[in-house]
C-alpha cells in the first residue's frame, strides 16, 4: 500500500496479484452480481449493487455492518476500457464530507494471473485515507477468495 498527499487530498494505491484471468477479473470487479459477493470488508455484507457499465453509467453499493449500520457508496463511470480499466467516481451517501473522490482500476495480465491495482484519490485526510486503506484491503481479501482459481 503507497499513501501519496497531493493539493487534492491524499491518495492511496492497494496492488494485489489475483489468480485467474484478466478478463474473469475485470468481469467480477463490475459486475453487480458478483460485487454483492466481495463489496464490503470484513464481517458486513453487501445488501445491494448495481452496475450500469458504460461511460456516464452509475452504480451503487450498500454495505450492512454486523450492528445494523448501512453504508451506501455511489457513483458515475468516467472511464470503462475492459478489460484493462475502469474509473469511477466515489461518493459515500453516509458521509457527505467525503466527495470528489476518484478510483482508478487497472488490470495488468501478469502470466495467468492478473495484477491489480487500484488508487483512490482526493481523499480529504490521512485518517480517511488509512479508513479507506483498511475498507479496500479488505474487499480485496473477499474479491481474491472469490475470484482466484487453485
Known amino acids: 500500500m503507497a499513501v501519496t498527499t497531493k493539493a487534492a487530498g491524499e491518495t492511496l494505491e492497494v496492488r494485489r496479484t489475483i489468480n485467474a484471468p484478466r478478463q474473469r477479473v475485470f468481469d467480477a470487479w463490475t459486475n453487480a452480481e458478483e460485487m454483492k459477493k466481495w463489496a464490503a470488508p470484513g464481517p458486513m455484507t453487501v445488501v445491494r449493487a448495481e452496475s450500469d457499465l458504460r461511460v456516464g453509467g452509475k452504480y451503487r453499493i450498500h454495505m450492512h455492518a454486523p450492528n445494523g449500520h448501512e453504508h ?79
Open 72 to 150: 451506501r457508496a455511489f457513483g458515475v463511470y468516467r472511464v470503462v476500457d475492459p478489460p484493462k480499466k475502469v474509473v469511477y467516481t466515489w461518493t459515500w451517501a453516509t458521509l457527505p464530507d467525503v466527495t470528489d473522490t476518484v478510483v482508478t482500476v487497472e488490470f495488468h495480465e501478469s502470466g495467468s494471473a492478473t495484477e491489480v491495482v487500484l488508487r483512490h484519490e482526493g481523499l480529504a485526510t490521512a485518517a480517511l485515507c488509512k479508513s479507506h486503506e483498511d475498507g479496500w484491503v479488505g474487499c480485496f481479501d473477499r474479491f481474491r477468495a472469490l475470484v482466484s482459481t487453485p
